[in-house]
């Protein structure tokens, strides 16, 4: 955003964070001294540092606690210049436990929706989705659109579980929550078909860097099986249009979008190096 449209006033972002120090130097070191930013910094020279202390505000906050984790001014302040909310906080890890991924993918995004509603030129929300479920196929699979749901049946929930009244959360849960609550807001629901980090942290780099060095000796799986790879300047350039489009044509709507995917062959990471 800030290398094509560099005339946007303000981004501010919300980190987790000990005080207003600690919140710059992660954004320092993060986001300005990153490579993906050594464009922009390629783009403005001297005048960098500036500009981007001008354009990215650090925000001391939190997304799970009541008003994002903010002082009343600085809320206040904040609730009555922005006009766009994008929302990429969350646990995406398979492992966490249930209590904290809970509180950060349900309750985070609840809290949001009510700083959201105090927003009053708010002209768009952008959430990314932590929902993910993809079930077992056979045959060819072809590239086609999901059907929220249709991978994982009640069937297959009953013969893993003895349970029947169990709550499900997935996809649908989120949606319905974010629709609930969204009254004026207009939003964009990003679903995306696996998890990943967008930028700043790097997912498949260390698998193949530490197999490089021989400290990660072998991975467990058939070396013949297809592995999906979603780049991320694809997901950036589906948000950005995603946000152009909804605010062009803005109303209050929920939407969900799913980014392209590029298949590789895993014997890449197995035996090729």
């Known amino acids: 955003m800030l290398r094509t449209t560099p005339k946007v006033n303000k981004i501010y ?18 986001i300005m001294e990153s490579e993906l930013f050594k464009c922009i910094e390629e783009m403005h020279g001297k005048t960098y540092k500036l500009f981007i202390e001008n354009k990215l505000i650090p925000i001391v906050g939190n997304i799970y606690e009541p008003n994002l984790g903010m002082d009343i001014i600085t809320s206040d302040k904040i609730a009555q210049e922005i006009d766009l909310i994008v929302d990429s906080a969350a646990i995406t890890t398979f492992d966490e436990r249930y209590d904290s991924a809970l509180d950060a993918n349900v309750n985070g995004p609840y809290q949001l929706m009510m700083f959201a509603k105090k927003c009053k030129n708010l002209k768009l929300l952008m959430h990314y989705s932590t929902a993910y479920a993809n079930g077992e196929r056979e045959g060819l699979i072809l590239e086609k659109p999901f059907t929220m749901g249709e991978s994982i049946t009640k069937e297959k929930l009953t013969s893993i579980s003895p349970y029947t009244n169990f709550p499900s959360l997935h996809v ?102």
């Open 13 to 30: 972002l919300l980190i987790r964070a000990k005080d207003k120090e600690a919140a710059f130097h992660r954004l320092k070191a993060e």
């Open 172 to 273: 649908d849960n989120e949606i319905d929550l974010v629709s609930k609550l969204k009254n004026n807001i207009t939003n964009n629901i990003v679903l995306e078909q696996i998890m990943k980090n967008l930028g700043v942290e790097r997912t498949i780099d260390p698998l193949i860097f530490f197999y490089r060095k021989g400290d990660l000796p072998c991975l467990f799986g058939d070396p013949n099986v297809l592995v999906d790879f979603v780049p991320v300047d694809m997901v950036v350039n589906a948000t950005m249009a995603a946000m152009a489009k909804t605010w062009k044509f803005a109303k209050s709507t929920t939407k969900c979008l799913s980014c392209g995917i590029i298949i590789y062959k895993s014997s890449l990471i197995y035996s090729n190096f």
